[in-house]
């Protein structure tokens, strides 16, 4: 009896380690916006290759339209280890104590999508991941939103023309400078209050993506449009760095390849849906759009870029540099 009391232990043993094995690892994914944005489908692509690629081994759960945590309880459950997975906007690091994120604000760094995915997919942007592990965060990819440009209710051909306009932004040190550099006031303002506040006259303008001021009715309070694409908005994927340092060599690798087929079709359809939100808000009526040309676009970079030397002091001289060169930009020739 004892053997066999023993057998039977051994084999109860053997199944619970056999069952424990095929547990999934299950990956919290937890995200601020709707399902339907290029954030929330990308974040839908993942979990659907990370279950493909691993076979079934891990299981990523997405929790869409802060389901799970709200904007500000999001980075300090991540690094508690209570989700393992975030997609943060680049601006939400500098209050984390990682201001060198604060780059990406800067106007007009860079000056299209090439330009920026030299950075973000590049050495550049692996550097300022590593500034983040400090902080038990791993960070994957940059996901874009896109690029944005101004909106009033009168005509933006020029910086002068938003001189002593209240322009909502959201809070950035380096947008204020970038406000106070056109003359114009900065108000920083919750993203959920600013239809209201543009259609009350509390503020006179703002600077969105397009995909950003179409979804949000904003054309429908801001009679034009300049397309002046002098900013970048866009996430960053990141981990808890000790969970994702414990997952096996292979899942780890298999997932790193899922993340990276996300990348490229959370970037492709961030562009599509700004090109669509863009034909939507002309097709609308509301909103003049107006194309600035290149001599106007200019206008603005050059005031613009003294930003740059302005933030030195609090993002850093070389990182800067760095961009420039990994961009072959040189502001003295503007």
Wanted: charged letters at 25%; aromatic letters at 8%.
């Amino acid at each position: 009896m004892k053997i066999s009391a023993l057998l039977f232990g051994m084999v109860a043993c053997a199944l619970s380690a056999t069952a424990s094995a095929q547990q999934p690892v299950v990956i919290k994914f937890s995200h601020v916006v709707a399902q339907d944005t290029p954030k929330g489908k990308a974040a839908e692509y993942f979990a659907k290759r990370a279950g493909e690629l691993t076979k079934g081994k891990v299981k990523v759960e997405v929790y869409a339209n802060s389901t799970l945590y709200k904007d500000k309880e999001e980075m300090e459950a991540l690094q508690l280890g209570a989700v393992q997975m975030l997609a943060p906007s680049l601006a939400k690091f500098g209050p984390l104590g990682v201001k060198e994120f604060e780059v990406f604000d800067l106007p007009f760094i860079f000056d299209n999508y090439d330009d920026l995915h030299k950075v973000t997919y590049g050495a550049v942007g692996q550097q300022l991941f590593t500034k983040l592990e400090p902080k038990g965060i791993k960070g994957l990819a940059y996901w874009d939103n896109g690029f944005k440009s101004f909106s009033a209710n009168t005509p933006i051909k020029k910086p002068d023309d938003l001189r002593g306009k209240k322009m909502r932004i959201q809070s950035s040190k380096v947008l204020e400078e970038q406000m106070r550099e056109l003359k114009a006031l900065p108000q920083v303002m919750a993203f959920s209050e600013v239809y209201q506040a543009l259609q009350t006259g509390v503020v006179d303008g703002t600077e969105n993506p397009i995909s950003n001021l179409y979804t949000q009715k904003m054309h429908e309070v801001q009679k034009h449009l300049a397309l002046t694409e002098h900013g970048y908005l866009g996430y960053a994927v990141i981990t808890n760095k000790k969970f994702w340092d414990g997952l096996p060599a292979d899942v780890r690798g298999q997932l790193e390849v899922a993340m990276k087929e996300s990348t490229e079709y959370a970037n492709k359809i961030a562009k599509e849906e700004n090109d669509q939100s863009l034909e939507a808000v002309r097709k609308s009526g509301k909103t003049e759009i107006y194309k600035l040309t290149p001599e106007e676009r200019m206008a603005f970079k050059k005031v613009l870029v003294h930003v740059h030397k302005k933030m030195e002091s609090r993002i850093g001289a070389d990182l800067i540099k760095s961009i420039y060169q990994a961009t072959d930009f040189d502001p003295s020739k503007l």
